[in-house]
C-alpha cells in the first residue's frame, strides 16, 4: 500500500469500551500527527510525534493516549469516551520541517 | 502562535470558470511554508499545491495557480476551468521552515466550501 493508512474506517463505541485506531505511513517520513475534525470546527491538532517522539500535546484529554513505536506507526487508544468526542480522526505524517503533511483518509467515531 | 485566516466559508463557481479562494496569514517568521488542501465531502484530504516562501515565483498544479503575496501575507487559490470534481472543502495551512520542533505544527484555516455549479 502506499501514502496514509488508517484503520478502521468507521467506529462506534460505547462509552465505557476501549478501543485503538491505527495510522500507517509508507512514505519514509519522520513526523506523524493526530488530528480531530468535528462539523462545523476548525481542524484541531491532538497529538505530534517527531522520529517516534511526542513533541506536542494540545491539551488533549487523558482518555485519549497516543502510541508511536517506530516512525511508519501511529497508535491512538481510546478509553471512556464522551458522546462529543464523536468525529473524524485524521492521521497525517510528514518530514520533520519541510514539505507537507500527507493524510489518511480518516476513522469517523461515534461515541454512543 | 502563527494564525491563518479563510474569510470565506462558502464560495460557488459556474463549471468551466475561474474561482479564487482567499487565504491570509499572520507570522513573523522570514522562512516558511504555504499549502493549499483539498477534502471532498466523506473523501480524504489532499494536497493540492505549495509555496515556499523563499520563492519569488508563484506556484502552479494543472489548473490549480497561487498567487502569493508576501509581503501582504496573502496566499490565494486559483482555480482554473473549474469541474465538479472540484467541489470540496479548500483548508489553506501554513507551516515554519525553521528547525526545531515549531516546524512541526501545521496551523489550518477554518476552510472554504466550493460548489461547483453544472
Known amino acids: 500500500e502506499t501514502g496514509v493508512t488508517q484503520t478502521p474506517r468507521h467506529l462506534v463505541m460505547g462509552m465505557t469500551n476501549k478501543k485503538s485506531l491505527k495510522c500507517e505511513q509508507h512514505?519514509?517520513?519522520?513526523?506523524m500527527y493526530w488530528y480531530k475534525q468535528s462539523a462545523k470546527k476548525p481542524l484541531e491538532l491532538m497529538f505530534v510525534y517527531n522520529f517516534k517522539e511526542q513533541t506536542e500535546n494540545n491539551s488533549v484529554p487523558s482518555r485519549f493516549s497516543p502510541e508511536c513505536p517506530n516512525s511508519s506507526h501511529l497508535f491512538l487508544h481510546l478509553h471512556t469516551l464522551q458522546p462529543e468526542d464523536s468525529a473524524l480522526y485524521l492521521c497525517?505524517?510528514?518530514?520533520?520541517?519541510?514539505?507537507?503533511?500527507?493524510f489518511g483518509p480518516g476513522t469517523r467515531l461515534t461515541v454512543t | 502562535a502563527q494564525t491563518v485566516t479563510q474569510s470565506q466559508p462558502e464560495m460557488s463557481v459556474q463549471e468551466a470558470e475561474t474561482v479564487t479562494l482567499s487565504c491570509t496569514y499572520d507570522?513573523?517568521?522570514?522562512?516558511?511554508?504555504l499549502f493549499w488542501y483539498k477534502q471532498p465531502p466523506s473523501r480524504q484530504m489532499i494536497l493540492v499545491i505549495r509555496?515556499?516562501?523563499?520563492?519569488?515565483q508563484n506556484a502552479t498544479e494543472n489548473r490549480f495557480s497561487v498567487n502569493f503575496q508576501k509581503a501582504a501575507k496573502s496566499f490565494s487559490l486559483k482555480i482554473s476551468d473549474s469541474q465538479l470534481g472540484d467541489a470540496a472543502m479548500y483548508f489553506c495551512a501554513y507551516r515554519s521552515a525553521q528547525n526545531s520542533n515549531t516546524g512541526n505544527q501545521f496551523y489550518f484555516g477554518t476552510g472554504t466550501s466550493l460548489t461547483v455549479i453544472p
Open positions: 497525517a505524517s510528514s518530514q520533520v520541517v519541510r514539505g507537507g503533511q500527507y
Open positions: 512514505l519514509g517520513h519522520n513526523a
Open positions: 507570522t513573523s517568521e522570514s522562512d516558511y511554508y
Open positions: 509555496q515556499e516562501a523563499y520563492k519569488q
